[in-house]
C-alpha cells in the first residue's frame, strides 16, 4: 500500500503560480501511476494531469489546464508534483492527489489511492 499526503496548497492572486507536492510513503511510486485531481464545493470532481510510469513522463491533461499546469514524477524522492501557473478564480479548489499500481502511460485509471488534499484558494 502507498500513503499520501500533499502539501503546497495556498492562497495566491489570479495570475499566480503554486506548486503542489504529493509526498508518498510505504511503496515506491515507480510502480504507480498518478493523478491530481480537484473538486470545489458543489462540483464534481475533476482530473487535472495524470502521468505514468513508462519512465518517459507521458502524460495526460484536462483542457483547461494544458499548457499552464505540469505533473511530473520525482521517483528517487518519491514525491509527485504539480506545478500551475496563470491560476483563474474558478480553479479555487481542493486539490487531490492519486494513485493506482499499473504499467502504463499517461491517461485515467480507476485510482484506489488517494491522499487528503490540499486546498487551494485563488483571488481576483
Known amino acids: 500500500q502507498v500513503q499520501l499526503v500533499e502539501s503546497g496548497g495556498g492562497s495566491v492572486q489570479a495570475g499566480g503560480s503554486l506548486r503542489l507536492s504529493c509526498a508518498a510513503s510505504g511503496h515506491t511510486i515507480r510502480d504507480y501511476c498518478m493523478a491530481w485531481f480537484r473538486q470545489a464545493p458543489g462540483r464534481k470532481r475533476e482530473g487535472v494531469a495524470s502521468?505514468?510510469?513508462?519512465?518517459?513522463?507521458?502524460?495526460t491533461y484536462a483542457a483547461s489546464v494544458k499548457g499552464r499546469f505540469t505533473i511530473a514524477k520525482d521517483n528517487a524522492e518519491n514525491i509527485l508534483y504539480l506545478q500551475m501557473n496563470s491560476l483563474k478564480p474558478e480553479e479555487t479548489a481542493m486539490y487531490y492527489c492519486?494513485?493506482?499500481?499499473?504499467?502504463?502511460?499517461?491517461?485515467?485509471?480507476?485510482?484506489?489511492?488517494w491522499g487528503q488534499g490540499t486546498q487551494v484558494t485563488v483571488s481576483s
Open positions: 492519486a494513485a493506482i499500481a499499473c504499467l502504463g502511460g499517461g491517461g485515467w485509471y480507476e485510482y484506489n489511492y
Open positions: 502521468i505514468g510510469n513508462f519512465g518517459d513522463g507521458s502524460s
